[in-house]
């Protein structure tokens, strides 16, 4: 790997920044100090800034609040991709945890964590994935308990139990609603359009869609809120993105086993 790259992967900053720091004469590799970006390095070689060991993980967990209009691929021929949300610093080798549909917001998680991203969307590990949304159409308890009993989306399978939650009307909140809730309501919800928040133990195609044409329904806004244990950071705009913090890769990696 380059140097600039590696120092880039290592958090030091951008290329430019590291160019920078490259040209200032605080990197050494090896004891000795390097000033050219284009350095090859091989496994074995001990880089210093400062006179202090850095070294580039192995793994990198971003999470980023996927706005409308991108897509969650590596690449894509007609439109953006999840990737070109990322800082310049971030790895190459990062890929989303499953997909979310181009106009589903909310969070994803980056990784090039093979594993934990392979227990993560194993169907059998059943991780829950909580989900706002804004429906056209009436929302009552029927349509919680045929949730709470499976669909059939045209599938081979019925959909597992899903949890469906019927949100309060914005003006009826009360003071006690959970951030989530108030949050959500801030932007004015169409009278017409009922508030829900469901979580799904599976991740089918199209399944929240699916789930609520299934009822006759229609989904207008769609809004993934966790994942397992890792919930959007609201502090992120629609676009933006941040390491995971050590206590959320832990908490992932408990629960799937990883
Ligand atoms: N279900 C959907 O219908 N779309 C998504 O993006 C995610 C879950």
């Known amino acids: 790997m380059r140097l600039d790259k590696y120092l880039c992967e290592a958090g030091l900053g951008t290329r430019t920044q590291v160019k920078k720091l490259l040209k200032s004469g605080v990197v050494a590799v090896n004891g000795r100090t390097v000033f050219r970006p284009e350095q090859k390095l091989s496994e074995t070689d001990r880089v210093e800034v400062s006179g202090k060991e850095i070294s580039v993980s192995e793994f990198e967990y971003w999470m980023l609040n996927k706005p409308d209009g991108y897509v969650s691929a590596t690449e894509d021929r007609t439109f953006p991709t999840v990737l070109e949300l990322l800082p310049e610093g971030a790895r190459g080798d990062l890929f989303p945890v499953g997909r979310l549909d181009r106009d589903t ?87 017409a359009e009922p508030e ?39 502090t992120l705009a629609p676009g933006e993105a941040r390491p995971l913090t050590e206590e959320e890769v832990k908490a992932l990696k408990e629960e799937t086993g990883c």
């Not at 195609?205 to 993934?224: D, I, T, W």
């Open 105 to 191: 917001e909310g969070l994803l998680l980056l990784t090039n964590d093979g594993k934990l991203a392979h227990f993560l969307l194993s169907p059998r590990r059943h991780v829950d994935k909580v989900y706002y949304a804004r429906i056209r159409g009436e929302i009552t308890e029927a349509h919680v308990k045929a949730f709470e009993e499976g669909l059939d989306i045209g599938d081979e399978k019925r959909t597992l139990p899903a949890v469906l939650e019927i949100l309060p009307k914005s003006r009826e909140k009360d003071a006690g609603a959970s951030e989530w809730e108030s949050r959500e309501s801030e932007d004015c919800t169409p009278e």
């Open 196 to 234: 829900i928040r469901v979580t799904l133990r599976e991740g089918r195609y199209h399944q929240v869609k699916r789930m609520f044409e299934a009822v006759g329904c229609r989904v207008m806004y769609l809004k993934r809120l966790s994942m397992g244990s890792l919930r959007l950071d609201e």
